[in-house]
């Protein structure tokens, strides 16, 4: 039997696979015990896991009626990702200012298997892009060595991605491939992280995540 943590994580990665493939979408409640029975867990690791969503603003609860995927709005993504772009060009000039070189080959590492992302689209693709794409923010975060940032910073990235999975081709599958300036804005930010210039770190995340909120919403 797998371990606790390990179950957590299983319900934790499952429930995002869910949401990937457009099982839920904003409005919709994740009941706990339909999660668990489709799953085949105990309701345990499935609570845990929808709590830490709670938890990283990914998922809202309401008193006796459960946790739910935020509404959208336009205005609401603005304010999303203003403070998201805000917080993480601080947690950019943070990291320049205290990464190590092992650090930095670690974001080196992220961008590589980056690269080698396949068959744009694909659930399995997405699935190794969340996890990579969120390594590489909040491990930047870390390397700041701010933990009142890096707790703001995880909560707005997920919180911006409630609307990045649901309106970004790349997740959408609408017009598979996308994800083409992500790659190229990650090496930029983390030389400027290697050469341990700080503005120029956060100018280039702030720019990094107001490219991705363009992207989404200005083609509207």
Known sequence: ?????NLEEFAYKSIISLILENHFKPGDFLLETELAESLELSRTPVRHALSQLVAEGFLDKKKKKGCFIPSSSLEDAR???FARENIEGLTAACAARHATDKDVDYLYNLIEKEKTVGNPGTQESKLIYVAINENLHLGIAKIG???YLEQYCR???????TY???FDNYYTGLEPGGQKTGPKQHIEIVKAIENRNEEKAGNLMKQ???TTFEQ???KL
């Open 145 to 147: 060595q701010n933990k």
């Open 155 to 161: 909560h707005s990235f997920w919180r911006s991605n």
């Open 208 to 210: 990094h995540v107001r």
């Open 79 to 81: 304010h999303v990702f």
């Open 1 to 5: 039997m797998m371990a606790k943590i």
């Open 164 to 166: 990045i999975f649901f």
């Open 216 to 218: 989404l919403f200005l």
